[in-house]
């Protein structure tokens, strides 16, 4: 009988010659698998390292230590956990720090491999899995970089928090109809709270309330003065009180979080001052009060807020998520597709099925859409290429889109180590121009006609 050909769904042969998929292989013999519960651990090693291959241990400290102990004992080097919740931390940090490799493997993947049985348990699975080289680990920063995403992360609470205690003020106010949030507009500025505070210590004239304000306020002091005329009910002023005192309380707690902040900051220093002709961006609201980008470009060699739509805040939520080191990704695709930006690629039969982006919760991409959906009304390349997405698209996915710009440009940053330049939203508008000119000469051309140009 004759030989065929491998064909391609079009009926072409393949150019290139076919090679048979090789068997599977034990490359990691030396690989454990773990099952994380909140009150113990289920451990597997390979069955010639041990009478029991699998043991359970509670999540104690000292269970811990023993548990690490025994892998040791059996000359394990690889381990392979799935990220349950936060009970992986202690473990994962514990048996980072004592040599081991350590793989936090999503468990959707590790259950999509099949030929899994019933009667095996899922640390046996894992350690099955880990050691014919199907699992891989996702990424985590260096541990000087978790322990500062942890307080930039605990920073970013109590700012929420506190945003919401100033809505608790403007609810009390809006009980005692003291129209203060409708002649100023921040509530929570050096004038709203300098008039807070004088009613919280008993002062009711509207005229002397009303002086209180800064000079910046556009507002008149009748203007204020009419709004500050309510009725002063005493539960109100209690729901106004509260508000106040825990608005100061998560102050406190985040000056706090400023300074330990600032001291993690120093000791991840490994570049010099930024440039002078570093472009310079005004403090953002609710930023750290010491310089949070000088010190952002003495951790990375780059800066992050010279790229449009992105602050002091928006960079420190980036680098304190990626880090400044991204070796581990090959390319910026990769980069993108762990941000969860870019597009899928459901291919079958050699037709897209669907590029429906896939829902992750990432806080790095969350911060990068934010800055995305700030570049509406920029007079720069990347407001251009924003409000281009918005004319082919819906907002959503225009934002989406600009969001997956964003994170290249930040890949090619920090791998790269060169400064971003804008070109200017006039320049990008001539590149575009010039693109769709070339695409329609040469459709124009395939069709047998020539394009010329109307004489002025």
Same mark, same amino acid.
């Given at each position: 009988?004759?030989?065929?050909?491998?064909?391609?769904?079009?009926?072409?042969?393949?150019?290139?010659?076919?090679?048979?998929?090789?068997?599977?292989?034990? /490359?990691?013999?030396?690989?454990?698998?773990?099952?994380?519960?909140?009150?113990?651990?289920?451990?597997?090693?390979?069955?010639?390292?041990?009478?029991?291959?699998?043991?359970?241990?509670?999540?104690?400290?000292?269970?811990?230590?023993?548990?690490?102990?025994?892998?040791?004992?059996?000359?394990?080097?690889?381990?392979?956990?799935?990220?349950?919740?936060?009970?992986?931390?202690?473990? &994962?940090?514990?048996?980072?720090?004592?040599?081991?490799? %350590?793989?936090?493997?999503?468990?959707?993947?590790?259950?999509?491999?099949?030929?899994?049985?019933?009667?095996?348990?899922?640390?046996?699975?894992?350690?099955?899995?880990?050691?014919?080289?199907?699992?891989?680990?996702?990424?985590?920063?260096?541990?000087?970089?978790?322990?500062?995403?942890?307080?930039?992360?605990?920073?970013?609470?109590?700012?929420?928090?506190?945003?919401?205690?100033? +809505?608790?003020?403007?609810?009390?106010?809006? #009980?005692?109809?003291?129209?203060?949030?409708?002649?100023?507009?921040?509530?929570?500025?050096?004038?709203?709270?300098?008039?807070?505070?004088?009613?919280?210590?008993? #002062?009711?004239?509207?005229?002397?309330?009303?002086?209180?304000?800064?000079?910046?306020?556009?507002?008149?002091?009748?203007?204020?003065?009419?709004?500050?005329?309510?009725?002063?009910?005493?539960?109100?002023?209690?729901?106004?009180?509260?508000?106040?005192?825990?608005?100061?309380?998560?102050?406190?707690? /985040?000056?706090?979080?400023?300074?330990?902040?600032?001291?993690?900051?120093?000791?991840?220093?490994?570049?010099?001052?930024?440039?002078?002709?570093?472009?310079?961006?005004?403090?953002?609201?609710?930023?750290?009060? &010491?310089?949070?980008?000088?010190?952002?470009?003495?951790?990375?060699?780059?800066?992050?807020?010279?790229?449009?739509?992105?602050?002091?805040?928006?960079?420190?939520?980036?680098?304190?998520?990626?880090?400044?080191?991204?070796?581990?990704?090959?390319?910026?695709?990769?980069?993108?597709?762990?941000?969860?930006?870019?597009?899928?690629?459901?291919?079958?039969?050699?037709? %897209?099925?669907?590029?429906?982006?896939?829902?992750?919760?990432?806080?790095?991409?969350?911060?990068?859409?934010?800055?995305?959906?700030?570049?509406?009304?920029? +007079?720069?390349?990347?407001?251009?290429?924003?409000?281009?997405?918005?004319?082919?698209?819906?907002?959503?996915?225009?934002?989406?889109?600009?969001?997956?710009?964003?994170?290249?440009?930040?890949?090619?940053?920090?791998?790269?180590? #060169?400064?971003? %330049?804008?070109?200017?939203?006039?320049?990008?508008?001539?590149?575009?121009?010039?693109?769709?000119?070339?695409?329609?000469?040469?459709?124009?051309?395939?069709?047998?006609?020539?394009?010329?140009?109307?004489?002025?």
């Amino acid at each position: 009988m004759k030989k065929l050909k491998p064909r391609k769904p079009d009926g072409r042969t393949f150019k290139k010659k076919v090679v048979s998929p090789t068997p599977l292989t034990e /490359i990691n013999p030396n690989a454990a698998g773990i099952d994380i519960g909140s009150a113990s651990h289920y451990v597997a090693v390979p069955s010639n390292r041990s009478d029991t291959p699998v043991r359970e241990f509670p999540s104690f400290t000292d269970d811990l230590n023993a548990l690490a102990d025994w892998l040791t004992e059996c000359g394990i080097t690889t381990v392979a956990m799935e990220s349950t919740g936060v009970y992986w931390i202690p473990l &994962f940090e514990l048996l980072d720090s004592r040599g081991f490799d %350590v793989l936090l493997v999503n468990a959707r993947h590790a259950k999509n491999v099949s030929g899994r049985k019933s009667d095996i348990l899922d640390c046996q699975w894992l350690q099955q899995l880990l050691s014919y080289g199907l699992l891989n680990g996702a990424y985590r920063p260096a541990d000087e970089i978790c322990k500062l995403r942890s307080v930039v992360r605990s920073r970013g609470n109590l700012v929420r928090d506190q945003g919401q205690q100033v +809505q608790r003020m403007q609810k009390a106010y809006t #009980e005692m109809n003291i129209q203060l949030g409708n002649v100023l507009s921040d509530l929570a500025g050096v004038s709203g709270m300098a008039i807070t505070r004088a009613i919280l210590k008993g #002062e009711r004239d509207p005229m002397i309330l009303a002086t209180l304000c800064d000079w910046r306020v556009r507002s008149s002091q009748e203007q204020v003065a009419k709004s500050l005329k309510g009725n002063w009910r005493s539960e109100h002023l209690l729901s106004l009180r509260v508000a106040v005192n825990m608005y100061d309380a998560y102050s406190t707690q /985040i000056l706090e979080c400023d300074r330990e902040l600032e001291s993690l900051l120093k000791t991840l220093e490994k570049h010099g001052d930024p440039s002078p002709a570093v472009k310079r961006r005004s403090p953002s609201r609710n930023a750290p009060l &010491f310089d949070i980008r000088v010190a952002l470009y003495k951790m990375s060699g780059v800066d992050l807020t010279c790229i449009n739509g992105i602050d002091v805040n928006t960079a420190m939520k980036i680098m304190a998520e990626i880090g400044p080191d991204l070796s581990r990704f090959p390319s910026a695709k990769h980069f993108c597709s762990w941000l969860g930006l870019a597009p899928g690629t459901r291919v079958s039969g050699g037709k %897209v099925l669907s590029s429906h982006i896939p829902k992750r919760q990432n806080r790095a991409a969350q911060a990068l859409r934010l800055a995305a959906a700030g570049l509406r009304r920029s +007079q720069s390349a990347l407001g251009a290429y924003y409000r281009r997405m918005c004319s082919r698209m819906d907002k959503g996915s225009a934002i989406v889109a600009t969001a997956h710009k964003l994170a290249r440009i930040i890949f090619a940053l920090l791998t790269k180590g #060169e400064a971003f %330049v804008d070109a200017g939203e006039k320049a990008y508008e001539e590149r575009y121009q010039k693109r769709v000119m070339e695409n329609l000469k040469k459709r124009v051309k395939e069709m047998g006609y020539v394009l010329t140009p109307i004489s002025a």
